[in-house]
């Protein structure tokens, strides 16, 4: 918690928030980060073993092959999230399974699948970016000014 | 009659002439099973939305009530509601299929104890013979307007709480057989600062224990009157909160008596991480469980301190601090 939002509250109210801190079990980081890797490292060795299939076996070579491992993530993602099993395993993995792609596949088919019920249009399309919304919008944000400052580094002959 | 600074006693003693408690499926894999009159295996309840899934919870509630006390909805005078629904669409539309008058109240998950203090206390009063008193919650249907869709793969942290998908109702009248409602406390909202939605326990639990003192205070009794004095949905997190509150207080109520509906209604493998929560825990833990309990004559007084947390999902995201509410209903056999 930042002071600044410390300041507003009085000191029973920060005394209190002390005595349930001491009373709330804690999530060990250590633990979670263990089975974050372990789960977000299987789900990348996969990613590495599809990436590796089309480059075999199809006519890929190691760029091209992406699309079509990102697709196939995407998909059993998607597939999981509608079967109603990928919050299982997220809620055991953490961060093990937001930050794959797989994570970002979650997000939008959980919040399409959950609005369905308002309709295909203000429902599903509305609401299918609500969590996925603002990593996009700040993914481009942040990819344009990133552009610039390579442009204007190009510019003044830096690289 | 008022009693103390905050509190009601009901001198004619309504009675709660029925009582129901219809759950979802998860509820029914739960320790209270058998207490409940329906169990649904199917979350959506046959309805093509999670909204019209908990609305129908809620009509059968009052249904199955108003038939136990052997009664047709034409006899029933007003109903009282809530539940956590934005403008507590489940009540309105519940009231709207049921015909019968209707007053709507929100009070979060305290609406049900909320609801039951008002049923009492018109009764009592005169204003109405019969009156119905309901609150509902779908796990689904909050989880989707207060925090994220249902299927999104966010971990929860340990203090963190299960909604309960139920509904109960109690029809309430002037006369006959059954457990009364003697007493009411009606609580003030306490804010301690908290304002993360997944810590509910720790924000409720301050609310908790103010009413409870006030309850004690006003009708100058101790925690030996009662058999029982159970939270609603304070959860383990927030039940142990306030036990050390009531201690350093100077008020300490039983091991064995203090307990919280939340802690109840689920077993122990149920992945449900800190408890149950949601007006449907309290209603359906009351409303079955404990009331069947008295009627055993395993009881004979119990006081329920339902809890409910403010906060709306626009209030959450303006970083603000989640109120929280309190109100105690006195049960007597």
């Known amino acids: 918690m930042s002071n600044k939002k410390n300041k507003k509250l009085t000191t029973t109210q920060l005394k209190y928030q002390e005595f349930a801190k001491e009373r709330e079990p804690k999530r060990s980081i250590v633990k979670n980060c263990i089975k974050a890797f372990l789960v977000g490292g299987t789900i990348c060795t996969f990613g590495q073993f599809l990436q590796w299939m089309f480059m075999t076996y199809f006519d890929f070579d190691k760029v091209t092959a992406s699309n079509p491992t990102v697709a196939v993530l995407i998909m059993i993602a998607s597939l999981l999230t509608g079967l109603g099993v990928y919050d299982h395993i997220a809620q055991f993995a953490g961060g093990g399974t937001i930050i794959p792609v797989t994570g970002f596949a979650n997000t939008m088919t959980a919040a399409a699948i959950e609005h369905k019920s308002e309709g295909y249009v203000l429902g599903v399309g509305g609401n299918m970016f609500k969590i996925a919304g603002p990593v996009i919008t700040y993914g481009v944000f942040s990819a344009f000014i990133i552009a610039l400052i390579k442009m204007t580094i190009t510019w003044l002959g830096g690289m | ?333």
């Open chain 2, 1 to 333: 009659m008022l009693k103390g600074h905050q509190s009601w006693s009901f001198d004619s003693k309504p009675v709660i002439l029925s009582s129901s408690a219809v759950v979802g499926p998860f509820e029914g894999e739960g320790c209270l099973a058998r207490d409940f009159d329906i169990i649904h295996n199917d979350l959506w309840l046959g309805q093509d939305s999670f909204e019209k899934a908990e609305q129908k919870l809620l009509e059968q509630a009052c249904t199955v009530a108003i038939e136990k006390a052997q009664m047709k909805k034409e006899d029933i005078q007003f109903l009282i509601s809530g539940d956590l629904m934005n403008q507590i669409i489940s009540s309105s539309f519940t009231a709207r299929t049921l015909a019968i008058p209707y007053l709507g109240i929100f009070g979060a998950c305290s609406s049900s104890m909320e609801g039951l203090a008002l049923a009492a206390q018109f009764i009592d009063s005169g204003s109405a013979q019969y009156v119905i008193a309901g609150a509902s919650s779908h796990n689904a249907a909050s989880e989707k307007q207060f925090r994220y869709p249902t299927e999104y793969g966010a971990q929860k942290p340990p203090t963190a709480q299960w909604t309960v998908t139920g509904a109960g109702a109690a029809v309430v009248g002037s006369k006959g057989n059954g457990p009364k409602v003697t007493s009411a406390t009606i609580g003030k909202v306490v804010d301690m600062g908290i304002s993360d939605p997944f810590n509910m326990g720790a924000a409720m639990a301050p609310a908790a224990v103010d009413t409870i003192e006030a309850h004690f205070r006003d009708f100058n009794i101790d925690p030996s009157y009662y058999d029982v004095i159970a939270t609603g949905d304070l959860g383990k997190v927030g039940h142990q909160i306030a036990g050390d509150l009531l201690i350093e207080h100077g008020f300490k109520i039983p091991k064995e008596k203090f307990t919280d509906c939340g802690m109840l209604i689920y077993s122990k493998d149920q992945p449900v991480i800190a408890g149950g929560s949601g007006c449907g825990c309290s209603a359906t833990v009351t409303y079955g469980h404990y009331l069947n309990r008295m009627k055993k004559g395993e009881l004979n007084r119990i006081l329920i301190v339902a809890t409910g947390a403010l906060l709306s999902p626009i209030s959450y995201q303006q970083k603000e601090s989640i109120p929280c509410i309190a109100h105690a209903v006195s049960i007597e056999m």
